[in-house]
Nanobody
Framework: QVQLVESGGGLVQAGGSLRLSCAASGRTFSSYRMGWFRQAPDKGREFVAGINRSGGNTYYADSVKGRFTISRDNAKNAGYLQMNSLKPEDTAVYYC?????????????????WGQGTQITVSS
């Protein structure tokens, strides 16, 4: 089992940047694939980015491709989401998730472990 805690959320103007962190504790973090999801008010949980166990393969939603970068540091038991060129439509609660699967998927139901979420608000 792994516990996840996100940090780094906040309020930013359109065009700005933020970096989210996901601190993992418990079992060896390198045994888990990781994903970032987001949920806006009155919407379902949406895949943002995913990364495999080693960090060698990354996956992105079309809406964030070229603007967001997912990474991980297994030695620090941490994952990250660098968000650049933020837009008002990026406003949501962002969650990190982990699972013992091999390749990250876009379906949130395939992830067993979730953080509590961190709010990102992008003003226009």
């Amino acid at each position: 089992q792994v516990q996840l805690v996100e940090s780094g959320g906040g309020l930013v103007q359109a065009g700005g940047s933020l970096r989210l962190s996901c601190a993992a504790s418990g079992r060896t973090f390198s045994s888990y694939r990781m994903g970032w999801f987001r949920q806006a008010p009155d919407k379902g949980r949406e895949f943002v980015a995913g990364i495999n166990r080693s960090g060698g393969n990354t996956y992105y939603a079309d809406s964030v491709k070229g603007r967001f970068t997912i990474s991980r540091d297994n030695a620090k038991n941490a994952g990250y989401l660098q968000m650049n060129s933020l837009k008002p439509e990026d406003t949501a609660v962002y969650y990190c998730a982990a699972d013992r699967g091999v390749i990250p998927t876009t379906n949130p139901n395939t992830y067993d472990y979730w953080g509590q979420g961190t709010q990102i608000t992008v003003s226009s």
